[in-house]
């Protein structure tokens, strides 16, 4: 099939990230989001962040404002019913992504394969929302988009060949490396990194070492650039319990329980960088 125009449904950080990335390769981009106030900051993330790939020498003004042409707005979801391709970057909630993807059943042609950008959710269960379970699969990208070379994606039993050898096209046009995953819960990445963190969580919680020691032992021992508390703090520590929630559900593995002092910090606002405290505070840095 011949890509021309993809939808990415979200613009928060995921999705301005995997627009930019698109529109910067030669795609042209019909973005969605739920408002125009959503919409505009998205937006506004990806001028700023191509804005600084220009600054540093990654991208010509040339190519930056001819990328920037590519890209177009809205807030319908029926404008992505001319796009070759979509991909779903909403919030990280199964049942909303269940009501995208039936949704884009309804919109899109046949033969359009709708992808999902989920880090750790079933990818069947939205496929069993559309009439064309075979043209969905997951296409994870990580954070941030621009600049993480991985994408790893996430064939359900019903992925059909020709769909993932169109996405892995895809995301190779992309300058991305592609991994491939079974579409169970976390698949590679956060089937890893989940309870790595929680472990974390839970030596801080129980006082066998200080939070700032914990992050230095990893970064310096293991040569990680972020420690797991901090990495917490970057991803958001209500979407790591989120996730942590959703596999231990579904698996009922110990590894993936949450530890009280996750759950206690969610419920207090201490999400990480993005609302100014989590482990540390940022209360005095600009927020991302």
């Given at each position: 099939?011949?890509?021309?125009?993809?939808?990415?449904?979200?613009?928060?950080?995921?999705?301005?990230?995997?627009?930019?990335?698109?529109?910067?390769?030669?795609?042209?981009?019909?973005?969605?989001?739920?408002?125009?106030d959503f919409l505009?900051?998205?937006?506004?993330?990806?001028?700023?962040?191509?804005?600084?790939?220009?600054?540093?020498?990654?991208?010509?003004?040339?190519?930056?404002?001819?990328?920037?042409?590519?890209?177009?707005?809205?807030?319908?979801?029926?404008?992505?019913?001319?796009?070759?391709?979509?991909?779903?970057?909403?919030?990280?909630?199964?049942?909303?992504?269940?009501d995208i993807f039936?949704?884009?059943?309804?919109?899109?042609?046949?033969?359009?394969?709708?992808?999902?950008?989920?880090?750790?959710?079933?990818?069947?269960?939205?496929?069993?929302?559309?009439?064309?379970?075979?043209?969905?699969?997951?296409?994870?990208?990580?954070?941030?988009?621009?600049?993480?070379?991985?994408?790893?994606?996430?064939?359900?039993?019903?992925?059909?060949?020709?769909?993932?050898?169109?996405?892995?096209?895809?995301?190779?046009?992309?300058?991305?490396?592609?991994?491939?995953?079974?579409?169970?819960?976390?698949?590679?990445?956060?089937?890893?990194?989940?309870?790595?963190?929680?472990?974390?969580?839970?030596?801080?919680?129980?006082?066998?070492?200080?939070?700032?020691?914990?992050?230095?032992?990893?970064?310096?021992?293991?040569?990680?650039?972020?420690?797991?508390?901090?990495?917490?703090?970057?991803?958001?520590?209500?979407?790591?319990?989120?996730?942590?929630?959703?596999?231990?559900?579904?698996t009922k593995d110990?590894?993936?329980?949450?530890?009280?002092?996750?759950?206690?910090?969610?419920?207090?606002?201490?999400?990480?960088?993005?609302?100014?405290?989590?482990?540390?505070?940022?209360?005095?840095?600009?927020?991302?």
């Amino acid at each position: 099939m011949n890509v021309k125009t993809v939808g990415v449904v979200g613009c928060g950080l995921m999705g301005s990230g995997i627009v930019e990335v698109l529109a910067k390769n030669g795609y042209n981009v019909i973005v969605r989001e739920v408002n125009d106030d959503f919409l505009q900051k998205g937006l506004a993330r990806v001028h700023a962040s191509t804005q600084k790939a220009v600054d540093r020498n990654k991208l010509t003004a040339d190519a930056r404002k001819e990328a920037l042409t590519r890209i177009v707005g809205t807030t319908k979801l029926e404008d992505l019913n001319i796009c070759d391709y979509v991909i779903e970057a909403a919030v990280e909630n199964l049942n909303l992504k269940k009501d995208i993807f039936e949704r884009l059943d309804a919109i899109t042609r046949p033969e359009v394969i709708l992808a999902s950008n989920t880090s750790s959710l079933s990818i069947a269960e939205m496929a069993a929302k559309t009439h064309k379970p075979d043209k969905v699969l997951g296409m994870h990208f990580f954070n941030p988009v621009p600049v993480m070379p991985l994408l790893e994606i996430v064939r359900s039993f019903m992925t059909s060949e020709d769909t993932y050898q169109t996405s892995r096209a895809l995301g190779e046009s992309l300058g991305k490396k592609v991994i491939v995953a079974k579409d169970l819960p976390g698949f590679i990445v956060n089937a890893l990194l989940v309870p790595y963190q929680l472990d974390a969580i839970r030596f801080y919680e129980n006082g066998l070492a200080s939070k700032e020691d914990i992050d230095t032992g990893v970064r310096l021992g293991l040569n990680h650039p972020m420690g797991p508390l901090e990495l917490c703090d970057f991803v958001g520590v209500d979407t790591v319990l989120y996730i942590a929630d959703e596999m231990y559900a579904e698996t009922k593995d110990p590894r993936y329980a949450a530890p009280p002092l996750l759950r206690r910090m969610v419920a207090a606002g201490y999400h990480g960088r993005k609302t100014g405290k989590g482990f540390y505070d940022y209360s005095n840095q600009a927020k991302s």
